[in-house]
């Protein structure tokens, strides 16, 4: 069973707040992703780690951060929010170990942000 | 890593075959095929991964060329929850790399 958690699912937020958005999986991946996708747009990878304490930039430039302290866990922080953060946030992990083929990436539900 | 281009949308009947091509020019020796499903306020889902010639599945078939510039996801007999957006990528398998997903085709199946 395929399982990738992230909370929370809808946010609605004010300017200038600190907020975390986790993901978790217990599928043993070693490599896991965050992507950010506005409605009807592309998919772009934002952060990406292969495994504990290391974490990548992506394609997409993102005043977020992220850390990689257990294997299962890998939060996003964005420290102070702006409108412009307003997007759908999407968590996904893969690799060579756990559930799945070596190419196939699992993706949780998604956090939805509002910044106001 | 290899691009690849797809059309930007399709529109088919229900229960018709649907075909959808995705150039790979640049693809490296070592690069899988892999083919995603994303329906709307939901994240990608796996469909398919291939490395040559032709491989099948309960949900689509995958042909690649021997050249394997180009691939082709097959839809047999799609119905109204088929529409969606389509993704193909090119990696290598089980690689640290990551990956692109491109902008997709939007598939809009038609009663």
């Known amino acids: 069973e395929a399982d990738i958690y992230q909370t929370p699912r809808y946010l609605v937020i004010g300017t200038g707040k600190k907020i975390t958005l986790e993901c978790s999986q217990t599928m043993g991946h070693d490599k896991m992703y965050w992507y950010q996708q506005d409605p009807g747009m592309e998919l772009h990878l934002i952060h990406y780690?292969?495994?504990?304490?290391?974490?990548e930039k992506g394609d997409l430039s993102s005043e977020s951060t992220v850390s990689r302290i257990r294997t299962e866990h890998f939060p996003l922080t964005l420290e102070s929010a702006r409108p412009s953060h307003t997007s759908q946030y999407l968590c996904?992990?893969?690799?060579?170990?756990?559930?799945?083929?070596?190419?196939?990436?699992?993706f949780g539900p998604g956090t939805r942000l509002t910044v106001l | 890593l290899a691009k690849t281009t797809q059309p930007i949308s399709m529109d088919s009947y229900e229960g018709q075959e649907v075909n959808i091509t995705c150039s790979h020019n640049n693809i490296a020796t070592n690069d899988y095929i892999t083919w995603y499903q994303q329906f709307p306020s939901q994240g990608p889902r796996f469909i398919i991964q291939g490395y040559k010639t032709k491989v099948t599945n309960e949900v689509a078939s995958l042909f690649i060329p021997a050249d394997r510039k180009s691939s082709t996801l097959s839809l047999p007999r799609v119905s109204l929850s088929d529409t969606a957006v389509y993704y193909c990528l090119v990696a290598v398998s089980g690689g640290y790399q990551k990956v692109t997903f491109g902008t997709g085709t939007k598939l809009q199946v038609i009663p």
């Open positions: 996904a992990s893969g690799g060579l170990a756990g559930v799945g083929s070596y190419n196939e990436q699992f």
């Open positions: 780690s292969y495994g504990v304490n290391s974490t």
